[in-house]
């Protein structure tokens, strides 16, 4: 069932939008890109589902809308296991664009990990890219606090951390609208949350 609701109530609070695969979740997203562009605002999004070109949110953002492409997936060669040192992200190329769209592409953050053969090792590169997702955010926030700004998550994972995130972003009255599957998906940040399910 797609939401048939008021797309200026995503613009005033953190919404979480839960519901099965097929259930209209990312269709809302694009409405609300559509709406947050044609008003003025910066967008910050993050995708995973790149691979999957019907599926991603990012590449069909990309063919509509003028849009800088932010990739900041290290190889695993580069990730330290023990302290997250010598993070890659490309400050200079984002402070030097003036787009109103800015696309994470993080589909490659979760390929690695399932595709690393050692189970402590994959857990270890999976709980990376998600704190990695966490500063790209962090750093984008530093950019962008002064201007009306939106960030959309399409089913990215969250940690604990990113509870004080989005905390920061509500400092900066920025709404946080993310999709999940289920109210777990939230971690520790469910509560911070205004819930649409679609059923």
Not at 74 to 103: A, G
Not at 122 to 140: G, P
Not at 152 to 177: G, K, Y
Not at 187 to 192: N, R, V, W, Y
Request: with cysteine; net charge positive.
């Amino acid at each position: 069932m797609y939401y048939s609701g008021d797309i200026i109530d995503f613009l005033n609070k953190n919404t979480a939008i839960i519901g099965e695969k097929r259930s209209g979740k990312t269709t809302i997203l694009k409405k609300i890109i559509k709406y947050c562009y044609d008003d003025g605002y910066t967008i910050l999004l993050f995708d995973t589902a790149t691979s999957n070109k019907k599926k991603s949110i990012l590449v069909n953002t990309r063919r509509k809308y003028k849009s800088n492409i932010v990739i900041s997936s290290p190889s695993e060669k580069d990730i330290s296991f023990n302290v997250m040192s010598n993070i890659l992200f490309p400050h200079n190329i984002v402070r030097k664009t003036s787009y109103s769209i800015y696309s994470f592409d993080v589909s490659k953050y979760f390929d690695i990990g399932n595709d690393t053969g050692d189970s402590q090792k994959r857990k270890a590169v999976q709980v990376f890219y998600k704190q990695l997702v966490v500063q790209e955010l962090v750093v984008m926030l530093n950019i962008v606090n002064r201007r009306k700004t939106i960030v959309l998550m399409d089913e990215i994972e969250f940690i604990p951390i990113m509870r004080s995130v989005i905390a920061r972003c509500n400092v900066f009255n920025i709404p946080v609208i993310v999709t999940v599957i289920d109210e777990n998906d939230l971690s520790t940040s469910i509560s911070l949350f205004n819930i649409v399910s679609l059923d």
